[in-house]
């Protein structure tokens, strides 16, 4: 059994900042690629931000150079650093990871709320 855990949303103004963490744990042999997702009211669920095990990095143009993926492959944990942060952004983010010989995975998700 493999299970995502989030952390670290949260109530900010816009213009602040906040700091997600996924940390997988379970069965785990390897993870392939962990990724940022997002849904905000009314809305489809929509991609963030990626990376693979290599830290080859992927985001949607409205968080380029304003949000940040990482990971630690060691503690199979992923991040992402939020910053200069709008009220669009407000969202429930989900934590998703790729694994091998399990498939996907989704955290319980976690609130990200902007205050204009």
């Known amino acids: 059994q493999v299970q995502l855990v989030e952390s670290g949303g949260g109530l900010v103004q816009a213009g602040g900042s906040l700091r997600l963490s996924c940390a997988a744990s379970?069965?785990?042999?390897?993870?392939?690629?962990m990724g940022w997702y997002r849904q905000a009211p009314g809305k489809q669920r929509e991609l963030v931000a990626t990376?693979?095990?290599?830290?080859?990095?992927n985001y949607a143009d409205s968080v380029k150079g304003r949000f940040t993926i990482s990971r630690d492959n060691a503690k199979n944990t992923a991040y992402l650093q939020m910053n200069s942060l709008k009220p669009e952004d407000t969202a429930v983010y989900y934590c998703?990871?790729?694994?091998?010989?399990?498939?996907?995975?989704w955290g319980q998700g976690t609130q990200v709320t902007v205050s204009s």
């Open positions: 990376i693979t095990s290599g830290g080859s990095t």
């Open positions: 998703n990871a790729v694994l091998l010989q399990v498939g996907t995975r």
């Open positions: 379970g069965n785990i042999f390897s993870i392939n690629v």
